[in-house]
């Protein structure tokens, strides 16, 4: 049963027009997101429904008695004793965590920060039990408390609920419609915000598929008419040049003029019964990170550097540079160096001889196997410790983005996996405007859809990424050169991991060669003693020569395939 019907709304400012055409039900109980791009109407359509502004042209059915609250985005509180002393208030405010809100002087609301004004406001409006709420970006300002206790009310409000947000795991948990405005135009679809995504996916492919068939077929038809048009040209040329065939290619002429406009006609027809307009493809919203000023600079730079614990060498006269920007894989046998040179890129290990260069601008963020050193009674908010909007934001978008459920947010650390625990510490390096990530192993606590996850994350950041890890594929995605330990050394090399192997594997050194064909040679040998016995008897004196010659050969073959590594 609908609550409020709307038809064939328009609304203009100015030339601009806003929304156009738009009709909808609202029914009781509905719970709706309406979501767009900034500028999309999504305001402008609250205060229509909310009786705020009226319609340039179209209907909006409401019964008069209905109480609506609204909240807008910006909150201007204003004293109101009438209603702001009422024990529906007060409970509410309380819920909130505004406890004391009953002994404070009229001065104190005069200086209320943005969250108490925000909670002040959805006191107000729960205390006048609405038949409509709608709720224009509820969730800013709010701390956690006020966001569990929103969610909480709107499970149990017995009403109609319409939310303007950009924070979609809050719609995904209170939304089970979603009204989307796009170029004045609204789309409704059934479901959360997740599955508004995937089906506004589909529809988006259906319309691309319907217009490429069509496309092709006006392709088609439009080829045809070419055809015609090109033969009807000549038999016109043919009446002028020709006297005594006039009436002949007249009539020809006439008919091929004839089929090009009916198949005009036809087409037109067509395409006017049957058009599918190109669906406008979505603009991509990347997570953006802080740019960094240093792109293209030298910010690490080694020169003859060597590292010797005790009698023990792990590299030596080793000459390598990183970039602002670049992506590094940092590769090598287990104790060769490698948490050792990441040691001494952050300071905490000294050289042994050489030099070590490093900006000292540089703003560093390290990542170590060990997650374990995290405050465990804290939330993963209280944990990364921020206050702005719209850092929060970038965290949620974050932790999302690498698999962690909203619901994860506000439990202790110590209740979440060490995969989780590791999201934390990475989104705490993401947002923090780092220049350097150096990431020591940092899918170890992942399973293999967050690690993909993560890898998609991570590939946003603009600066500079130094990666330790045993997981081919995410390093030889993310990493497009290398830092290589080998032979003592540290060696800087232009390629990926998938190329540094196949490297490996082409190349033959000189030594290498020289034992490959004498391997051959002995195979071609122990090949020509074999067939020189299966001619001879055993009892034969050159039967047992041969023999002894083919034990020989093949001890010889085994040693040079030992050497080999084969």
């Known amino acids: 049963m609908f609550i409020l019907q709307a038809r064939n709304l328009k609304k203009h400012f100015g030339e601009k027009p806003v929304l156009e055409d738009l009709s909808f039900d609202l029914n009781k109980n509905d719970r709706i997101g309406l979501v767009g791009a900034n500028g999309a109407g999504k305001t402008t359509l609250a205060n229509l429904i909310y009786g705020d502004i009226e319609p340039d042209q179209g209907t909006i059915n409401r019964n008069p008695q209905m109480r609506i609250g609204y909240l807008l985005q910006s909150v201007d509180y204003t004293?109101?004793?009438?209603?702001?002393?009422?024990?529906?208030?007060?409970?509410?405010?309380?819920?909130?965590?505004?406890?004391?809100?009953?002994?404070?002087?009229?001065?104190?609301f005069s200086h209320l920060s943005g969250g108490e004004k925000l909670k002040i406001a959805l006191a107000q409006i729960w205390a006048t039990n609405p038949d409509i709420l709608i709720l224009d970006e509820p969730t800013n300002h709010l701390d956690f408390q006020g966001v569990n206790w929103l969610m909480n009310q709107l499970q149990e409000f017995n009403g109609t609920v319409i939310l303007i947000s950009h924070d979609r795991y809050f719609l995904d948990k209170t939304i089970t419609k979603v009204f989307e405005l796009d170029l004045g135009k609204l789309t409704i679809y059934n479901g959360n915000y997740s599955t508004y995504r995937i089906e506004k996916q589909k529809r988006y492919e259906d319309q691309l598929h319907q217009y490429d068939v069509q496309q092709k077929y006006k392709a088609r038809v439009e080829g045809q008419m070419a055809q015609l048009q090109q033969w009807a040209g000549k038999a016109h040329r043919t009446m002028r040049d020709q006297e005594g065939f006039k009436e002949y290619h007249g009539v020809k002429a006439k008919k091929l003029d004839n089929a090009i406009n009916s198949k005009m006609k036809r087409l037109n027809q067509e395409l006017e019964k049957n058009k599918v307009d190109k669906p406008i493809e979505e603009k991509k919203v990347r997570f953006q990170f802080e740019a960094s000023k240093k792109r293209g600079k030298r910010i690490v730079e080694a020169k003859s550097l060597s590292k010797t614990f005790s009698n023990r060498m792990l590299f030596k006269e080793s000459h390598f540079y990183v970039n602002h920007g670049e992506r590094i894989g940092i590769i090598g046998p287990n104790g060769s160096g490698k948490t050792t040179l990441l040691n001494m890129l952050l300071g905490n290990e000294t050289i042994t001889s050489g030099e070590l260069s490093i900006s000292a601008s540089l703003n560093i963020a390290y990542l170590s196997q060990d997650v374990a050193d995290m405050p465990i009674s804290q939330t993963a908010i209280e944990a990364l410790n921020l206050s702005e909007k719209d850092k929060l934001f970038q965290a949620r978008t974050t932790l999302?983005?690498?698999?962690?459920?909203?619901?994860?947010?506000?439990?202790?650390?110590?209740?979440?996996s060490l995969g989780e625990r590791t999201r934390i510490k990475l989104t705490n390096m993401l947002l923090c405007e780092n220049d350097l990530l150096i990431l020591d192993e940092p899918t170890n606590h992942l399973d293999l859809a967050s690690r993909e996850q993560l890898e998609e994350t991570i590939s946003k950041f603009p600066g500079t990424i130094l990666i330790v890890s045993h997981d081919y594929y995410f390093i030889n995605k993310l990493c497009n050169k290398l830092l290589v330990i080998e032979d003592r050394k540290i060696k800087r090399l232009e390629m990926n991991l998938e190329q540094y192997e196949l490297k490996k594997k082409q190349q033959i050194t000189p030594d290498k060669q020289l034992l490959e064909e004498e391997l051959l040679r002995v195979n071609t040998e122990i090949s020509a003693v074999l067939g020189e016995l299966s001619l001879l008897s055993p009892e034969s004196e050159k039967y047992k020569e041969l023999d002894a010659s083919f034990l020989s050969l093949t001890k010889n073959k085994q040693d040079l395939m030992n050497r080999l590594g084969n």
């Open 79 to 108: 004293v109101n004793d009438d209603n702001q002393l009422s024990a529906e208030f007060l409970e509410r405010a309380s819920e909130l965590g505004l406890k004391k809100v009953h002994s404070w002087q009229e001065e104190r």
């Open 400 to 416: 999302a983005n690498m698999g962690m459920k909203a619901d994860k947010l506000t439990q202790p650390i110590g209740t979440l």
